[in-house]
């Protein structure tokens, strides 16, 4: 039996840009609980907007860029 979760990349491309937490949602106008969640891989639903907002600061033009589905075997 294996489940599939959503594993975010946004701590590889802050730490490839050399950016923190917060600069990213200054400069994307997300709130920092999102970034935080996002970053820390604690993702249990998000928004369009979430997406295209951070796809666009780090100059991304794939989901995967971004996001991942991780198998996870139990």
């Not at 951070?54 to 991304?60: A, M, P, S, V």
Request: aromatic content about 8%; some cysteine.
């Amino acid at each position: 039996i294996w489940g599939m979760k959503v594993r975010s990349r946004l701590a590889e491309l802050m730490k490839a840009k050399g950016v923190s937490q917060r600069a990213v949602a200054s400069e994307t106008g997300l709130s920092p609980t999102t970034i935080s969640k996002f970053y820390r891989n604690h993702i249990d639903r998000f928004d369009v907007n979430t997406i295209t907002e951070l796809c666009k600061y780090f100059g991304l033009t794939r989901l995967d860029q971004l996001l991942e589905l991780v198998v996870e075997e139990d």
